[in-house]
DNA sequence: GATGAATGAGGCTTCATTCAT
DNA sequence: TATGAATGAAGCCTCATTCAT
């Protein structure tokens, strides 16, 4: 499920919700909320190991103690903010609006939509990348968003091998993790660690290779 | 390339080595090596921001003053360690036994060679990974490395254009930019994340995808 | 006597009750009766010093807030239960069945009841031993308690010397305050320390020490 | 063992010898030493529960963070401290000069030793008492020390037996812990609690009750 | 050079008490 | 009267860094 209630059949990071019970008042909630969107702009900023309970309360305006009417510890806190993370995220890669109903176009619609949802979350993600590492919790939530997009691409392989548009040969597991690490580091390495590529020469280049992988025909694009 | 913008092209990373000066005596020189091992063994064990100079100091058996005999902070060794991480590691990926002259034949050698010197380093690297994303010494090695694993495929791909191997639509740049991080990530999925795959079917897939991209005519190997 | 001076003499610790006002509605009484036995409860379990306001509130199941409508502190409310238990403990220890007449059939009769009264609040009986060595209230409540016993056993012993019981050269005050201490302290190791005692054993021994101390006939029982 | 190391036999309280190593300088030493000292006058001030970390950093004029140098916590330099106590106490307590060859004698020799070494501790000694009521660790100390001096009481009236000084009926372990309760709780009340007596008459009662009830024979003594 | 004790700032957590609803 | 959220002072503990030996 995801923040909303809606369970959309994935399930990304619906493990990973917080422990503490919802507040009961009105007020409670609101405060709450203000901590969870107060620590996801100081994770961003300051990365979760320097962050400290105190950058976080101050940035939400509440007292220092209040913290821990709502989280056990700022580990908790995280969890909440990155199960948040990747439920915002997954949804907006698939917001992109439909640009044509051929496999190139979908795979370009595809690739469009993770660049954007991960520019528009940039930072966190390069939190969650960073805490993924060595924090067992991070890494779950990591690989269930990351296992959710591979899966997308695993079954869309599998279907275009049943329409001979993709050959057979090839290992649709593999492909989707391999094809996916493709994408998602170039976004990482461009939108986190800040080289400076181009959107749509981006976008050109990994349809084209994602295609030219999978041996599906497409025309490439000429950018001015 | 660095954060001198120096790069010789073949000692990556070579130039955030030996911050401090090299001790005098042979007992120093032993000395500074026991905290250089004894460091690199707790940040693969602990990652960069939970190792505590005792730690290090207990790991290489010295007195915990004597770290500051040799470094100044956690950070200047950190920076030793990786730099020479790297260069390990770049050293180690291009060690691994020439197979074919054919392009597929050459590319499938670079990519066996990175997931071996991966896998020899992988604890390490993901806490480089880690630490490249909120410290700018830690991305400029990170990022150095990336550039000389970058510009090599680069450079291929302009070659093989020029004798019409790959077509002259791709461009090179962004295309290697794309491919390595596709074997990039997907060793760090596999051998940091812990990901489950197989070597042989990681070789061939990231090979046969990579020559797809490229649009290099390759035979696939069938696995048992 | 208490610490006002007073002592009626028989509403031992009576005058140390209800420092608050009594509530005027009858739910108010009601949370009020529940805050003081979730009170001893939890007394029982951590002692004074580990019990928290949250806790008691929690046992008696009413808001954290709900605790300062009745009472003003911890202490104030560890008063009233220790003031309670004094009480009891009186009520409880002059319970016991009259057996016989004859002074060593009364000194066995009061030993028995005292050991039986203990039994039924040994954790409690600890506690105030523990908040008695600090606590000047405690000490107050527990010397009251104590004195209320001993001058029992001073007149006791006061009245069999008139009776040419009990030889004129022992001096009732001390005596009283010796045996009583015997006893007391018996039980506090007993029951509270948990040393492994027999109670007819126990009671025998007592008793049959008593006796002897105060150069009272007494034929021994034989135990099984 | 006591403090000196020399085990007397009876290893009262050495079971309880701090976890941390000794220091290796005589600087540490030093420094340790001072925590110790101060923590039993501070302990002594305001008991177990109100002794603050910092009070005994105070003390002993040493920074706040040097307490952890030496100790894990409070918790674990109590038990140094009590471990000291109970050394000495029984040191102390067996110090008294002979006075006679008489049970009677030596039984007024115990007693008075007794008092005379809860005089000097009396102030720890009640704070023992206190954390022995909830803490493991401190019941165990203080059994430990209890049941040493009732075994030489127990040991004592099983050899009066043999030689028909005190009557076969009475329990030997009973007895012993009974009249160590009396003398025990009696120098608590005065000595801790603040009962004003006076030590020649506590003495004299103390003995002639003890006597008496072991079936003794002994001239009592007139105090003026 | 090596040692290990000493320091104290910094961050964490608890919890008695207040207060608006 | 009851609630439960908010507060912040107070205590705990860590650990990078300094320093005398």
Redesign the pocket.
């Known amino acids: 499920m995801n923040r909303l209630g809606v369970n959309d059949g994935h399930d990304v990071g619906g493990a990973h919700r917080a422990a503490s019970p919802e507040?009961?008042?009105q007020?409670?909630r609101r405060?709450r909320g203000l901590l969870i969107s107060a620590a996801r702009r100081v994770f961003e900023e300051k990365g979760y190991a320097d962050t400290?309970?105190?950058d976080i309360t101050t940035e939400a305006a509440?007292?220092?103690?209040?913290f821990?009417?709502y989280f056990e510890?700022?580990h908790e806190l995280f969890r909440e903010v990155v199960g948040m993370l990747v439920s915002d995220f997954v949804t907006e890669a698939r917001s992109v609006p439909l640009c044509g109903h051929s496999p190139a176009a979908r795979i370009e619609r595809a690739n469009r939509g993770y660049l954007w949802a991960y520019r528009s979350n940039a930072r966190l993600m390069g939190v969650l990348e960073q805490a993924a590492v060595m924090d067992p919790d991070a890494r779950a939530i990591r690989l269930d968003a990351r296992h959710a997009w591979v899966k997308r691409a695993e079954d869309a392989i599998a279907r275009m091998q049943l329409n001979h548009e993709v050959p057979a040969h090839i290992d649709p597991y593999y492909a989707a993790n391999a094809l996916g690490s493709m994408v998602d580091r170039f976004a990482f390495v461009w939108l986190v660690l800040g080289e400076p590529f181009e959107e749509e020469q981006a976008v050109e280049t990994l349809t084209q290779l994602y295609c030219g992988a999978l041996g599906i025909e497409r025309t490439p694009k000429v950018l001015p």
């Open positions: 507040p009961v008042t007020r409670g405060t400290r309970i105190g509440v007292a220092h103690g209040t821990y009417t510890s700022k």
